[in-house]
């Protein structure tokens, strides 16, 4: 509650959440549990937002553990590590919820090898290049020769945000707070449109990260609300076995947004002069 000026906030906000469609959509329509590996990434950005960045790690490495997809936030936390808002000591903790979670499948007998290397193995599933998802790729429809180079593209993209981020944290006279939200929603939506192999629901982190954003920037009030209407558009194809929007057009929007955020992180205010 202390990061806002009504205590009411908060609890607004919560209830908000609960009722975000996609959310719904997700969860008891879909039986998905994204929810979980989501639930420890927000216990994490709380602990960082509370300069708690141990627990912060920790809770992170356990949503890492859950799910791949929460991979998508590792550039944010890397932005940290190298702007020093996250000490080299934490960041060491990071592999060992993983590590443990592997203990009782080794013990029933599951080779090692193919505990270490499942995430490896599981992006090897479907053999497309993009799963209706609203991203880069629907704009060249199941190119599978195009997947090494689009891991390459956006690897290289991200590290320049890295390094972009990396200079704005650097700056002495900062707000830490709002630009942790800035970054935590723009790597949630950035990375998973910039990657090959994604499927609709990996932008449930954005859907989160959209409502906290827009909590912490009410002129940017329209962002859940446009978060909301792409994931339930992009559930459609699967859920309702209709194509309401093109998930190209679909793309277009989610671009749009990232360009928005874009120029709030990075471009210059104007100054007045009285």
């Known amino acids: 509650e202390r990061f806002f000026k009504s205590l009411f906030t908060p609890f607004i906000a919560s ?3 609960l009722l975000l469609p996609s959310i719904i959509f997700n969860s008891s329509l879909w039986a998905q549990c994204d929810i979980i590996f989501s639930t420890f990434i927000i216990i994490s950005f709380y602990y960082l937002l509370k300069d708690k960045t141990l627990v912060a ?3 992170y490495g356990i949503a890492l553990a859950f799910k791949l997809q929460a991979i998508f936030l590792f550039p944010a936390y890397l932005v940290l590590l190298l702007s020093k808002k996250i ?4 960041f060491i903790l990071l592999p060992f919820p993983y590590l443990l979670s592997l203990i009782p499948s080794a013990i029933a007998g ?3 090898i193919e505990l270490l290397t499942i995430y490896f193995s599981q992006t090897k599933t479907y ?4 799963l209706n998802a609203p991203n880069f790729y629907q704009w060249v429809k199941n190119n599978l020769s195009l997947v090494n180079f689009g891991i390459f593209y956006a690897i290289s993209v991200i590290l320049i945000f890295v390094f972009l981020y990396y200079q704005k944290l650097s700056e002495k006279k900062i707000n830490l707070k709002q ?3 800035d970054m935590f929603f723009f790597f949630t939506l950035l990375t998973p449109f910039i990657l090959p192999k994604m499927h609709e629901r990996y932008f449930f982190l954005a859907d989160i990260f959209s409502l906290i954003f827009a909590f912490y920037n009410p002129n940017y009030f329209y962002f859940p609300v446009c978060m909301t209407i792409i994931s339930i558009l992009s559930y459609s194809p699967f859920l309702f ?3 309401i929007i093109q998930l190209e057009i679909i793309s277009i929007s989610v671009l749009f947004l990232i360009l928005i955020l874009f ?4 471009m210059p205010r104007k100054i007045k002069i009285h």
């Open 179 to 181: 630009n942790l939200v």
């Open 110 to 112: 599951r080779p090692i």
């Open 57 to 59: 790690v920790f809770f």
């Open 15 to 17: 209830f908000v959440f």
């Open 87 to 90: 000490k080299i000591k934490d």
């Open 241 to 243: 076995a209709k194509t």
């Open 127 to 130: 053999p497309y290049i993009v």
């Open 263 to 266: 120029y709030k992180n990075f």
